[in-house]
């Protein structure tokens, strides 16, 4: 929307309706995981699905620069999942993608409305690197609500390809005018595989994550978001690393789980 003046230019449609390449699009990330509590995480599970294996959060702050569908532009994101299964009419395991922060509009938009990520917005400075450590933080109207850092990173090999079957996605639209009905609420899967990726560099180091207590004043849209990720119990830190890799794809192979 507006779907007056004709289909919006994004991510997945050039202004002449061709594709872009994503061949050569940079992209640089900062993961850490943590063992939690299975009974406290499972609060935060999608219809159908239940935990596959371990309770490991996994929190990845990435930029991504060269974007063709931006003109060359970049801009930054930050993510929390953890391994679900989904048990529908199919039978689906991957990680779930809870909540996905972006810090411009456009990747927004396009990602709610075509793709059904739970995307959201916020500031997303870039990190500061000093004496070996990477800090970095995500910001809404001043108020900063969750702090990362890695540091003692090393060369490490990258890790193999993911067996999972995709990202799961839980999109949900409600119903105008009709409280606690929806129009949609399906699950989605950003399927593995179907472009080319490859490292170009990849350090193994130690991390901490920590999502910051909010109150409603400081955050009226998004605390109980954050007081939720703040609840999950850190039992045991899980790895973290720094990667820089090249290549990515449009996201258009993805589709509704049945």
Known sequence: MPVVFGPTAGPRQAPDGSRFDYSQARRE???VSFLT?????????????????????T???????????????????????????????????????????????????????????????????????LRGIRRYAAVWDGHEFMRLSINSLAESSPPPPSKADGVLHHRYLPRVSAEASSDIDQMVLSPSGGFSM????????????????????????????????????????????????IGYKDLSDQRVLK
């Open 29 to 31: 990330t900062a993961s």
């Open 37 to 57: 509590d299975g009974a406290v995480l499972s609060r935060y599970l999608p219809p159908r699905c239940t935990l596959a294996g371990e309770p490991v959060v």
């Open 59 to 129: 929190v990845e702050h990435s930029t991504l620069f060269d974007l063709e569908w931006l003109a060359g532009r970049g801009y930054s994101l930050l993510n929390v999942k953890y391994p679900v299964e989904y048990r529908g009419d199919e039978r689906v395991s991957g990680p779930f993608l809870s909540v996905l922060w972006e810090n411009l509009p456009e990747p927004i938009l396009s990602g709610r409305e075509e793709l059904g990520y739970a995307k959201l917005f916020c500031e997303l400075p870039p990190p500061r690197v």
């Open 198 to 245: 490859r490292y170009v560099s990849f350090q193994r180091g130690k991390g901490s994550i920590e999502f910051i207590k909010s109150t409603w004043e400081q955050m009226p849209t998004m605390f109980h978001i954050v007081n939720a990720l703040a609840s999950l119990p850190v039992l045991e830190n899980r790895g973290s690393s720094f990667a820089c890799t």
